[in-house]
């Protein structure tokens, strides 16, 4: 029996083994489709670009690089490496992955201000919400959280638990291997559309909606139900006002990690800008706490009324592609001062 139980641990231990090895041949970026079409796209290219942003779909879907440099006056040659549910600390993970190699001259890198999101049950098993989910980025999220009390009205000892199944669930990898093993032979999962029709890695949600019904479904039950509500402005002053009091604290931890990224990026010839977007006040007391060079208050309503106009909106978190172009132009003025 002994002898058995041996066995069956050795090949355990094997099969974990091999899928380790798997991991460690394939780029950082494979359990991101998005990302991964666009770091290929890239491969030859890179070296051309001077801005990259980075971040979830609040930059994939709003900042257009050809409005961005025609407002720098062609002083920047930028690229969108957004992508749909791009959180921390994936987010951090394809930067500090992304970084690594040196750029030939300065190059900026705007990234979004980000909480680190709970994991949602769903999203558990999926390859995608751990295959960046190393020691390092386990155990920062677990730090910030018992750093903080709640997260969006969820029990920090919750959200930790989720991270903990996701970060096992990454060390064993068997919800990774068939996915792995088709990007090793170069059938991995990749997004046709993420590159947008300029190929600069913008894609707009208006352009998403002529091959996805869900999105032009999503478009219309917001315009049902928020067309004519004009409060967005006040809501979102009130919200930043709110913001302003709150205890920078609970920030602690995030901070330190930010600094980290700061400096690391500085030794590769990267100066790296956290950019706080539209609607996303309650992360400006961090914002607050990062130096002046290195950040972009984009979130204070009074400097960009414009910006709260329903007709400017996809849906309550998205700009339209006029409200991305209006968003693009003001985010090119306000990085030019820095």
């Not at 770091?39 to 609040?58: H, P, Q, T």
């Not at 990234?111 to 994991?119: C, K, R, S, V």
């Amino acid at each position: 029996m002994k002898y058995f139980s041996f066995r069956i641990l050795f090949f355990a231990v094997l099969l974990c083994l091999s899928f380790w090895i798997m991991d460690a041949c394939l780029p950082y970026y494979w359990g991101n489709e998005g990302v991964a079409t666009k770091m290929e796209y890239l491969e030859d290219k890179r070296a051309s670009y001077n801005v990259f942003f980075i971040g979830s779909s609040r930059v994939y879907r709003q900042i257009m690089p050809s409005v961005f440099d025609t407002e720098t006056k062609g002083t920047t040659h930028s690229f969108n490496l957004g992508y749909r549910a791009t959180f921390n600390p994936e987010s951090y993970y394809l930067l500090e992955h992304f970084i690594r190699k040196k750029a030939a001259k300065r190059t900026y890198i705007l990234i979004e201000l980000q909480d680190f999101p709970p994991i949602d049950n769903r999203n558990l098993h999926t390859f995608r919400s751990n295959y960046y989910l190393d020691n390092s980025y386990f155990s920062l999220v677990k730090n910030y959280y018992k750093n903080k009390k709640t997260s969006r009205e969820i029990a920090a000892n919750e959200v930790i638990k989720n991270y903990t199944k996701s970060y096992f669930g990454n060390i064993i990898k068997t919800k990774h291997v068939r996915e792995m093993a088709l990007s090793l032979i170069g059938w991995g999962e990749r997004d046709a559309h993420a590159l947008g029709k300029l190929n600069d890695g913008f894609q707009s949600l208006d352009e998403a909606t002529t091959y996805e019904k869900a999105m032009r479904d999503m478009q219309k039950k917001y315009l049902k139900k928020y067309a004519a509500d004009t409060s967005r402005f006040d809501v979102e002053t009130r919200r930043y006002k709110t913001a302003l009091t709150q205890d920078k604290g609970e920030h602690t931890v995030h901070l330190k990690k930010i600094k980290q990224l700061i400096a690391a990026a500085k030794q590769q010839h990267y100066h790296l800008i956290f950019v706080l977007l539209p609607t996303q006040s309650d992360l400006l007391p961090l914002l607050l706490q990062i130096d002046k060079q290195h950040h972009i208050n984009m979130a204070q309503p009074s400097d960009y009324p414009a910006l709260y106009d329903n007709q400017f909106r996809f849906d309550p978190n998205h700009f339209n592609e006029k409200g991305a172009a209006l968003f693009s132009k003001a985010l090119a003025r306000k990085f030019e001062k820095l």
